[in-house]
């Protein structure tokens, strides 16, 4: 006989089961469930190959969100393919980002004035290895406006092409066929230009012109040598008479200095107030005095002069009777001892 399972026990089994579901649920989509999102567009031009449902949308290295669907869109007025990739962003982080963290804020009216500062969306790649893609948010203020129409419901973020892309496009934009056509024709022009009959002419005139110069040279180097030493003479004479200038000049300025000195000396010397010229002065005066008392005594009324009269008569007559005396004991020796005699 078969045992009848319990009920309680099943139920419990089930429960428990729904739990265990939940739990995981909560735990691999975090608090997703329970935060508000913002959802959002990015037209990309170029090629997203890389990028996937699920990458990560960043700010600055901070995930932000994530992208919730890529598609193909054709553009009839631009003529055009477009790429809108839609993300879903939190909210909470966009507003955090505006610097508004209250929950009675309205959400969507963060995300907007983002953009109005130069929130602006490019992709970037996570690993070289794998070579899958996230999308890059900064604010970049100079970037192009879009004109594009935004399907209700969502806010466009503008986007910016990396500089790989845009490296990219250059490269395309080269008409690779008309640079080898260019090559081409310079290639068969170099070639003519090389098997015709001017590039031998050319370089026989080429090889005359360098035999002339090395003759040239060589003749140079010939007159150098003697030149190059008359002018090395010619620099020692002329550093040598510099050098005699300069002596000169040293003399001439001693000179001019011994000159100035003596002139000053002489200068003080010719001073009024110089003791030279006081005693000169004063020599002067006693000469001057000298010569009066002179004038003085020799004029004829002088009593100077009377006496010196009176003294060269009594001289002459000195100078007779001495005279008178010689001759007289010329002729009688011994006058002296016997008396002079009476002439007969």
């Known amino acids: 006989m078969k045992r009848k399972a319990n009920p309680t026990l099943i139920g419990t089994f089930v429960v428990a089961g729904i739990a265990l579901i939940a739990i995981a649920i909560i735990t691999l989509a975090g608090s997703n469930y329970f935060t508000r999102k913002e959802r959002t567009v990015m037209y990309f031009s170029g090629s997203v190959y890389g990028l996937q449902v699920g990458a990560p949308v960043v700010f600055r290295g901070v995930r932000v969100g994530s992208v919730e669907s890529i598609e193909v869109s054709y553009d009839r007025n631009a003529d055009a393919f477009s790429i809108p990739v839609v993300a879903v962003l939190d909210s909470d982080a966009v507003r955090g980002l505006d610097g508004k963290r209250s929950d009675a804020d309205e959400p969507g009216l963060a995300l907007p004035a983002l953009v109005e500062r130069g929130l602006s969306a490019q992709l970037s790649m996570q690993s070289l290895l794998t070579g899958l893609l996230y999308v890059d948010l900064d604010l970049r203020p100079k970037r192009t406006a879009s004109t594009r129409n935004v399907p209700r419901g969502l806010i466009e973020i503008p986007t910016t092409a990396t500089a790989i892309q845009n490296l990219r496009d250059q490269v395309e934009g080269i008409d690779l066929r008309k640079i080898t056509d260019d090559l081409a024709a310079i290639a068969a022009s170099a070639r003519a230009v090389i098997s015709g009959p001017q590039l031998n002419q050319a370089l026989s005139d080429l090889a005359e012109i360098t035999a002339t110069v090395k003759r040239v040279s060589e003749r140079l180097d010939k007159r150098l040598d003697p030149m190059a030493e008359e002018l090395q003479r010619s620099l020692k004479s002329t550093t040598s008479a510099m050098g005699s200038l300069d ?20 200068s003080d010397l010719l001073a009024p107030d110089a003791p030279l010229v006081q005693n000169l002065q004063r020599a002067a005066n006693e000469v001057s005095r000298t010569a009066g008392a002179l004038r003085e005594a020799t004029a004829g009324d002088s009593q100077l002069m009377v006496g010196a009269d009176r003294a060269l008569d009594d001289l002459s007559r000195a100078a007779r009777a001495l005279r008178d005396l010689a001759e007289a004991l010329e002729q009688q020796p011994d006058a002296l001892l016997r008396g002079r005699k009476v002439n007969e």
């Open 247 to 266: 002596k000169a000049a040293r003399s001439v300025d001693q000179t001019a200095a011994g000159v100035g000195r003596t002139s000053e000396r002489v």
